[in-house]
Nanobody, 124 residues
Framework: QVQLVESGGGLVQAGGSLRLSCAAS????????MAWFRQAPGKEREFVAA????????YYSDSVKGRFTISRDNNKNTGYLQMNSLKPEDTAVYYC?????????????????WGQGTQVTVSS
């Protein structure tokens, strides 16, 4: 069992940066693929980025590639999403998720555990 808690969301101007954190409980966090998804009002939940269990492989959606960086620290049971050059279209609730599957999956169906989400709002 893994419990995930996101933090770090907030309101930021376009062009600014935020760093999201995902704190995980459970001794097996290091064996899970970890990902970030986001969901804007009226839209489906979409894949943002994923990182392999070891942290050695990362994957990004085209919409965030070059602006966002996903990482993890298995010693701290924590994952991160560094978001730079934020745009108004990045506004959404951001969720972290953990999956037993490897390599990553871009569909939410591939994930076993989810956090409660953290709001990110980017003003123009």
């Amino acid at each position: 069992q893994v419990q995930l808690v996101e933090s770090g969301g907030g309101l930021v101007q376009a062009g600014g940066s935020l760093r999201l954190s995902c704190a995980a409980s459970g001794r097996t966090f290091s064996t899970y693929t970890m990902a970030w998804f986001r969901q804007a009002p009226g839209k489906e939940r979409e894949f943002v980025a994923a990182v392999s269990s070891s942290g050695g492989y990362t994957y990004y959606s085209d919409s965030v590639k070059g602006r966002f960086t996903i990482s993890r620290d298995n010693n701290k049971n924590t994952g991160y999403l560094q978001m730079n050059s934020l745009k108004p279209e990045d506004t959404a609730v951001y969720y972290c998720a953990a999956s037993r599957l490897s390599p990553y999956r871009s569909s939410p169906d591939g994930y076993d555990y989810w956090g409660q989400g953290t709001q990110v709002t980017v003003s123009s």
